[in-house]
């Protein structure tokens, strides 16, 4: 019964979608009231049958129905109850739906917020947002059908169960906070598009599309920087990022969305650069598109990809369809677009951010090219060549650092032109103290990108700091304030841009345990009870392996002592192998997967993985790394996400 | 039968739901219930917060007297003129 409804739900979005658009074609053409509202009803109605029919698989899923194929796929009765609610993105259709269940929340907070503004474009963006949401429905209703019958003539007693490397308490938040990043974008998008289409960009659209920007590209970050913990939590090779393709995919919208933030800025107070961001936007909500597209169609292998399907030709024709409606669109409004204003300096704060910009879209097309090479070669020379970190990371590090100099130097210029006075006032002790760190790393024998990254950390930190300071002595001094209320005030009253240099502050700190990276070591080894090995000045002692038998795994849990140079016990470690689905009568389904044991501190990370067990000779297999300043990259993330929510958080009072 | 009943329900209060507008009255002109001076307060609001940093800029001496005094006029004379169209 429910999942008729579920079917009915997605089958009837899908013709009220086409009802809505043409609506707002009607409306836009004779300009009669009635048909506009009609025509936002059945786009609100395509948005609540959507969550309906997403609510209804959460309730398939939730309570086993295993009538549904999609939930025999991705749950059994074993699974955890967290875990049945995350199988609703863990396959194809489902992550389908969940899309269209996203972009359904932004499209009705989008109506709603617009009730009494905004009229004049929001046919527009009605238009753009359903056509999206069509796009789903389309695939979901004819390509990939989460609602579909389960293809057997005997009842299905046990699902297969949801794939153990998501069940990962991480797994619960990740992918919705990438969809609320990706999905997000289609707002910005579709209130430039409406904006172009009526050429109509005036103040209220600038507030809109800049606080929908922040909020979304907040989300995308979380997103990320939860991908990176989950795979540094999960994965096992003691890393966070390995530019893999699918990561690729979520990091390319967020350095285009990056430098928009910043050049938006420049249009919002100097009424320049409208093509630019129009241009910025476009790619951005088109690289999430083609995200999608690289996660699903299965030209790339990837820990995070889908199967192969025959999604890929339909996203592809999708993303060219954007792209070319939406850059017709801006060359056709290319003169309502343009600018007489000029950048008047090169030290001036505009084209400080034109700068960042030129880079963060260098790196994106990098980031671009090395993705897509194997699909190329492949195309060109019949031959799939993958370009591996190696690649990225010869690439990326050079730029990165350019992108970590220009957070220093960016906030210490003004608007228009920076004076010759102010430049060296500014500039001279931030960049003593980089120098002073550079000779303090070069006598520790410490070169390369390692000695650079630190040094520009030292200097970009000092640069926020002296912000900081002037600020606070400023106030001191004029409002007559003590030190504390004064930095309280300071932000508080200036949030855009105080709360951007804590952003600035929290990447700093992430480069800081990036460079970390340079100085990781590792060992593999089997022990027997009582045996040691050493890495790194640390002692690792086996004294126990156990076996546990759990609702959903087998495990083997091998104990171990770690103790320091002197001898003293530090902690104790218990990674575990487990056998996931271990009742399966067919050897081939029970799943293997290692659950890591870390000992974090600030200063490094103690990584154990427990690769396999000789229950036979009673020895484990082990592997140990040590990764320096891996935590740096979470308290950065952490600071990165309080600095957005500052900028973000609307002042108490504005002035009328 | 209850599916049925369930299906031709969904449907019934969907269309009601989308149709109904258009038994209004003909010709029914959408506008801005916002007060169409919504933009202009809101530029404005752009400008003050533009001059406020300006002046936190001068303060902490990142800005020379005449770039300051040039780009304060500017910004003035744009509210001056949104304050007259304001108060017509």
């Keep these: 019964m429910t999942p008729v409804i579920g079917g009915l739900a997605i089958n009837l979005a899908l013709g009220l979608a086409f009802v809505s658009i043409i609506l707002h074609f009607f409306y836009l053409r ?203 939590q999960e994965l096992g090779w003691g890393g966070y990022w390995a530019w893999d393709p699918v990561e690729n995919a979520s990091f390319m919208p967020w350095l285009t969305g990056t430098a928009l933030l910043h050049s938006i800025i420049i249009q919002e107070k100097k009424d320049m650069l409208k093509v630019w961001n129009m241009a910025l936007i476009i790619i951005t909500f088109t690289l999430c598109i083609f995200g999608t597209f690289l996660t699903r169609s299965g030209v790339m292998s990837s820990v995070h990809s889908f199967t192969a399907s025959s999604l890929g030709p339909i996203f592809l024709g999708f993303v060219f369809l954007i792209l070319v409606v939406s850059f017709l669109l801006l060359f056709n409004r290319k003169s309502f677009l343009q600018s007489e204003k000029r950048i008047e300096s090169f030290t001036s704060r505009e084209s400080g951010f034109l700068f960042n910009n030129v880079v963060f879209i260098v790196m994106c097309f990098a980031v671009f090219w090395g993705t897509i090479f194997p699909v190329i070669s492949e195309a060109v020379r019949g031959t799939k060549i993958t370009v591996g970190a190696p690649f990225f990371n010869q690439v990326n590090i050079p730029i990165g650092l350019i992108l970590l100099l220009l957070t220093g130097v960016g906030p210490l210029l003004v608007w228009r032109r920076t004076s010759n006075q102010s430049f060296i006032r500014n500039f001279t002790t931030p960049i003593v103290m980089g120098l002073a760190t ?158 890591l044991d870390i000992y974090s501190t600030i200063k490094q990370d103690i990584y154990s993985i427990f690769n396999s067990v000789d229950l036979e000779n009673e020895v484990a297999y082990l592997k140990i790394m040590i990764n320096p300043l891996v935590n740096w990259v979470w308290y950065g993330g952490y600071l990165f996400v309080l600095g957005t929510l500052v900028a973000l958080w609307p002042p108490k009072k504005e002035i009328s | 039968m209850i599916s049925f009943v369930v299906v031709f329900l969904m449907l019934f209060v969907m269309a009601a739901f989308v149709i109904q507008p258009l038994f209004l009255k003909p010709g029914l002109e959408i506008k801005d219930t916002e007060k169409s001076s919504a933009a202009l307060k809101q530029r404005k609001k752009i400008l003050y917060r533009q001059i406020k940093e300006l002046d936190m800029d001068y303060q902490l001496g990142n800005i020379q007297d005449d770039d300051y005094g040039q780009t304060r006029n500017e910004l003035k004379k744009e509210v001056a003129e949104i304050l007259t169209i304001l108060n017509r």
């Design chain 1, 30 to 232: 004779n300009g009669d009231g009635r048909l506009f509202l009609s025509g936002q009803r059945a786009a609100l109605a395509v948005s609540l049958l959507s969550i309906l029919a997403t609510l209804i698989l959460a309730q398939l899923l939730i309570t086993s129905n295993f009538d549904v194929d999609y939930v025999a796929h991705y749950t059994s009765f074993e699974t955890p109850f967290i875990y049945k609610i995350t199988a609703l993105w863990a396959g194809q259709s489902g992550s389908l739906l969940f899309w269209l269940f996203t972009l359904s929340v932004y499209a009705v907070i989008t109506i709603l917020q617009n009730q009494r503004s905004q009229h004049k474009i929001m046919p527009w963006v009605m238009i753009v947002m359903t056509t999206v949401q069509l796009f789903f429905l389309i695939l979901i209703n004819y390509v990939s059908n989460p609602f579909i019958p389960t293809e057997a003539d005997f009842v299905v007693e046990n699902g297969l169960g949801l794939n153990p490397l998501l069940q990962n308490i991480t797994m619960a938040f990740h992918p919705p906070m990438l969809y609320l990043g990706y999905v997000g974008f289609t707002i910005p998008f579709s209130f430039s598009i409406a904006a172009m289409a009526e050429r109509d960009m005036n103040a209220l659209w600038m507030r809109t599309v800049r606080q929908w920007l922040l909020f979304v590209w907040l989300m995308l970050s979380i997103g990320i920087i939860l991908g990176g913990w989950w795979a540094y």
């Design chain 1, 438 to 595: 550079a000779l303090v790393f070069y006598i520790l024998n410490i070169r390369g990108y390692v000695l650079v990254s630190f040094s520009l950390s030292a200097f970009v930190l000092t640069t926020i700091g002296f912000e900081f300071f002037r600020g606070i002595r400023s106030r001191m001094t004029s409002q007559k304030e003590n030190p504390i209320i004064a930095f309280w005030r300071l932000i508080r009253k200036n949030r855009s841009r105080y709360g951007g240099y804590i952003v600035h502050v929290g990447i700093v700190l992430m480069f800081v345990g990036f460079t970390g990276h340079s100085f990781d070591s590792e060992k593999e080894f089997g022990l027997k009870k009582g045996d040691s090995e050493h890495l790194s000045g640390y002692s690792f002692t086996l004294y126990n392996v156990r076996e546990e038998e759990r609702p959903n795994h087998y495990a083997y849990i091998a104990d171990m002592i770690v103790a320091d140079a002197s001898g003293k016990s530090i902690v104790k470690l218990h990674p575990e192998k487990r056998i996931y689905f271990h009742h399966n009568p067919n050897p081939e389904r029970r799943q293997p997967h290692s659950e």
